[in-house]
T-cell receptor
């Protein structure tokens, strides 16, 4: 079975731009969760998608949005980028309420 | 609401010595508890988790953790540290398996 894959691995954007990060879930999984890990911090839950619907959201502003597709892959979109958005963004896939498996992450740098 | 506190952002132990990483949690419901490891420029790998049942949980790479409800603790231990154990360790709590609240992490340094 394939694992969780994220693309791109690294990304540099300018403040005010928009960015889209992608995640392919592990085969058979229908749930994707996104986390933001700032430098020196633990990951923070952004939101979760289950069967193409948002299924819970952490304390992040609306400029953080997401999508889940029929094949259960997912995108994280961030509008109006700020310097503090620089972080490692982690995607995790699972069956709902079961163990989550994490991807390697996308390192976003906002300059 | 749930939260996790990891005591010590950096811990150094000698190779072959006992590893002890401390974690306390807060939860209004019976928690799921996790320890994850993160190597540089890598994602998260699950070391072990507690859901219900036996309070002493054994994980990969010789690590184990004990759930102590009375102390709201879930400390991670390993009898003998190896150089390869040097990494960042995250304690985490959840109501279920997949919406996880992480601590700030403890960086483990292994001294030769």
């Amino acid at each position: 079975e394939t694992g969780v894959t994220q693309s791109p691995t690294h990304l540099i954007k300018t403040r005010g731009q928009q960015v889209t990060l992608r995640c392919s879930s592990q085969s058979g999984h229908n749930t994707v969760s996104w986390y933001q890990q700032a430098l020196g911090q633990g990951p923070q839950f952004i939101f979760q998608y289950y069967r193409e619907e948002e299924n819970g959201r952490g304390n992040f502003p609306p400029r953080f949005s997401g999508l889940q597709f029929p094949n259960y892959s997912s995108e994280l979109n961030v509008n109006a980028l700020e310097l503090d958005d620089s972080a490692l963004y982690l995607c995790a896939s699972s069956l709902l309420d079961t163990e989550a498996f994490f991807g390697q992450g996308t390192r976003l740098t906002v300059v | 609401a749930q939260s996790v506190t990891q005591l010590g952002s950096h811990v150094s132990v000698s190779e072959g010595a006992l590893v002890l990483l401390r974690c306390n949690y807060s939860s209004s419901v019976p928690p799921y508890l996790f320890w994850y490891v993160q190597y540089p420029n890598q994602g998260l790998q699950l070391l072990l988790k507690y859901t219900t049942g036996a309070t002493l949980v054994k994980g990969i790479n010789g690590f184990e953790a004990e759930f102590k409800k009375s102390e709201t603790s879930f400390h991670l231990t390993k009898p003998s540290a190896h150089m390869s154990d040097a990494a960042e360790y995250f304690c985490a709590v959840s109501e279920r398996d997949d919406k996880i609240i992480f601590g700030k992490g403890t960086r483990l340094h292994i001294l030769p």
